[in-house]
């Protein structure tokens, strides 16, 4: 018979410092770890406790090619430096993977593939684990790239101690890391639709017009590439002030390289719906 201990729900406080826990009791067993950061707040999270369990035994390493805005890697530098934490920039080879550039379906697979065979090859160097900033809400869609990443055989420490993004955020937020508050963002090449091909040219124009509408205080803001056109898509209680502000952003992302510039009405929704509308 279950008692009355069984039946109260758990505080949540108490839940988060249990997930706490056992994702530090994970990476001490661990004993030495190679992260992959992004720039993101889970990635900082995981270094930040990998860092404070297992000190110059963490080091960082840093995915770098040109679908990573300048942006993110200067904040994964930035994170590496106040961690006190060694950082490794990886070259990795999707641009030269035909699969990853025809942008299929499977694009992330090949993406996360590069990355899991640079970043394995470096933790063996150390006799340390790879490990990367998954967390549980990322299994509830389909995500090819963490497929990627069990058959390299990365280890996940928060998704395998059950946190999820409010999780992380409360906990980064208590750790003092500047990012606890960060949009979530994604790689660059998620702004071309589904099929069309991955090219650098177009990932830069994608950067410096989302870079341009980030200095006009966007913070959270995607610009899906349609060729001449840009389709801004922003979080829906935001999309009435920047038709209001619409003189200053066509200036900005027409000076990224654009012709024709469309606030999406339906604003942002995850990159596996909207990517794939034709323009």
Do not use: Q
Not at 150 to 168: C, I, M, Q, S, W
């Amino acid at each position: 018979e279950r008692t009355m201990a069984d039946r109260v729900p758990e505080d949540p406080d108490d839940r988060l410092a249990r997930k706490e826990r056992e994702a530090r009791a994970i990476l001490r067993r661990l004993g030495r770890v190679v992260v992959a950061v992004s720039g993101g707040v889970d990635s900082a999270l995981l270094l930040a406790m990998a860092r404070e369990e297992l000190g110059d035994r963490a080091r960082a390493a840093l995915a770098v090619s040109p679908s990573l805005a300048g942006r993110e890697r200067e904040e994964a530098r930035a994170l590496a430096k106040r961690l006190g934490v060694p950082l490794v920039e990886l070259r990795t080879g999707e641009f030269e993977d035909p699969r990853y550039l025809a942008n299929g379906p499977d694009r992330c697979y090949w993406c996360r593939a590069a990355l899991a065979e640079a970043l394995v090859r470096l933790a063996a160097e150390d006799g340390a684990a790879a490990c990367y900033g998954a967390i549980a809400d990322d299994t509830a869609d389909d995500r090819p790239g963490m497929l990627a990443a069990r058959e390299a055989g990365l280890r996940a420490p928060l998704l395998e101690a059950g946190f999820t993004k409010e999780d992380v955020r409360r906990l980064a937020k208590r750790l003092g890391l500047p990012v606890w508050d960060k949009p979530a963002s994604a790689c660059l090449a998620s702004r071309i639709p589904r099929g069309e091909r991955v090219t650098a040219e177009r990932l830069a124009r994608v950067e410096r017009a989302e870079e341009g509408l980030a200095r006009l205080g966007y913070r959270a803001v995607r610009v899906r590439d349609h060729g001449a056109i840009a389709r801004i898509e922003l979080p829906a209680e935001s999309v009435a002030a920047a038709a209001a502000d619409r003189e200053r952003i066509v200036e900005a992302v027409r000076r990224a390289g654009y012709a024709y510039v469309c606030l999406d009405l339906e604003g942002y929704r995850p990159a596996g719906l909207a990517a794939n509308r034709s323009a």
